[in-house]
């Protein structure tokens, strides 16, 4: 079975001011790593995957994710957050099986102060 | 990329009633998933729905409460019967493509008075 762990629940930063959200896993198979992000009243977005390849992953809005296995963590940052990146932010994984269900970590409410 | 048309995309319902939510998916494919997503709240799975079979619920769902259909490779109901207030949620489903994201609807709001 696998889990996913987001330490922080509410995180408050100051416009500009560099940001990292926690997350970490655990999972006794390998596994697909995904940030997704929920804009206040909107749907499920995704933000970043790991798939494969390279451990460093990009999004177009600025943000990167790092994986990392020996830890089992796939932290989010971005270097100067804009008042349009409040959002709550969940992080996800998924068993490299093709059709296994996504499980989300309980999220994190990034709310980005002027 | 992939297109998930999930409807209604809200409604209010009185408590006692149900309401059917509909997934439209633009491939075909084996498995949907339909979560739920509390106010506040992460999003939780209800069930796994394979085409020509019944669904597979994770614990603390039944089927009686949520009935599940899949009657082909594109499409899929999930009921939400005789509701009350704590069944205000948001309801997406969502299916996976091999080696990639899982692709999810924009959601259904439900609010139960």
């Known amino acids: 079975a696998q889990s996913v762990t987001q330490l922080d629940s509410q995180v408050p930063v100051f416009e500009e001011a560099p940001v990292e959200l926690r997350c970490n896993y655990s999972?006794?198979?390998?596994?697909?790593l995904f940030w997704y992000v929920q804009y206040p009243n909107q749907g499920l977005q995704l933000l970043l995957k790991?798939?494969?390849?390279?451990?460093l992953v990009e999004s177009i809005n600025g943000f990167e994710a790092e994986f990392n296995k020996s830890q089992t963590s796939f932290h989010l940052r971005k270097p100067s957050v804009h008042i349009s990146d409040t959002a709550e932010y969940f992080c996800?994984?998924?068993?490299?099986?093709?059709?296994?269900?996504?499980?989300f970590g309980p999220g994190t409410s990034l709310s980005v102060i002027p | 990329s992939a297109v998930i048309s999930q409807k209604p995309s809200r409604d209010i319902c009185q408590r006692g009633t149900s309401l059917t939510i509909q997934c439209q998916v633009d491939?075909?494919?084996?498995?949907m998933f339909w979560y739920r997503q509390q106010p506040g709240q992460s999003l939780t799975l209800i069930a796994t729905?394979?085409?020509?079979?019944?669904?597979?619920?994770e614990s603390g769902f039944v089927i009686d409460k949520f009935p599940i259909s899949r009657p082909n490779l594109t499409f899929s109901t999930l009921t939400v019967s005789n509701m009350s207030p704590e069944d205000s949620s948001i309801y997406l489903c969502?299916?996976?493509?091999?080696?990639?994201?899982?692709?999810f609807g924009q959601g259904t709001r439900l609010t139960v008075v």
């Open positions: 996800a994984v998924r068993p490299k099986t093709s059709y296994d269900k996504v499980i």
């Open positions: 999972s006794s198979v390998s596994v697909y």
């Open positions: 790991y798939l494969s390849g390279s451990t």
């Open positions: 491939s075909q494919v084996t498995m």
């Open positions: 729905a394979n085409q020509g079979s019944e669904a597979t619920y």
């Open positions: 969502s299916y996976n493509r091999q080696n990639t994201e899982a692709f």
